[in-house]
């Protein structure tokens, strides 16, 4: 479904004449055409990755950009970082609606004690159920981050 979305959109794109859009889409399919010749390596299906998995690859690729635009903004390159804003905006419109830093944090405790996770060795465990609930819909960083402090 997400890969049917993604092509109609650089059809459209490119119909619009929109380069912005039209170079997004196709860093997004050639990360997804990667993801999926690696997924076959691994004895994966014909289809390539699951939706679940792209949706993951767009969170990353929006992490990303956000970390390339503080390296620009710091070395005083406005035009490049305006040009990955640009990009963030456009590959959220296929992400589900992102959770905000108080639901992350609701979402992070909760799970914490639905998992009985006691310490820092509990980590993976809470990730991963994190990953499985919120797949798409949250940056697993922030996650990451907020669950080491609630497990110290």
């Known amino acids: 479904m997400m890969r049917a979305r993604l092509n109609e959109a650089l ?8 380069e912005v859009a039209v170079t997004t889409l196709r860093l997004i399919l050639a990360a997804l055409k990667d993801r999926d ?7 994966a299906a014909d289809e390539g990755i699951a939706d679940h998995e792209i949706l993951d690859m ?3 690729m ?19 970082a305006r040009r990955e804003a640009e ?22 405790d909760e ?5 009985g996770a006691g310490g820092l060795k509990d980590m993976g465990r809470v990730m991963a159920v994190l990953r499985d609930r919120y797949a ?7 996650a990451s981050t907020i669950a080491k402090e609630h497990l110290r």
Not at 37 to 43: E, T
Not at 63 to 72: G, K, L, N, P, T
Not at 87 to 108: C, D, H, M, N, S
Request: aromatic letters at 6%; glycine letters at 10%; hydrophobic letters at 35%.
């Open 11 to 18: 059809r459209q794109a490119l119909e619009r004449r929109d």
């Open 58 to 60: 767009l969170q990353e």
């Open 136 to 142: 798409g819909r949250m940056d697993f960083v922030r």
């Open 62 to 80: 929006v992490h990303q950009r956000r970390e390339a635009i503080e390296v620009y903004e710091q070395g005083g390159n406005t035009e490049l």
């Open 87 to 108: 990009e963030i905006a456009y590959i959220e419109q296929f992400l589900p609606r992102q959770l905000g830093e108080p639901e992350t944090t609701a979402a992070v």
């Open 37 to 43: 010749l690696a997924a076959r390596g691994r004895g």
């Open 111 to 115: 799970v914490i004690g639905e998992v």
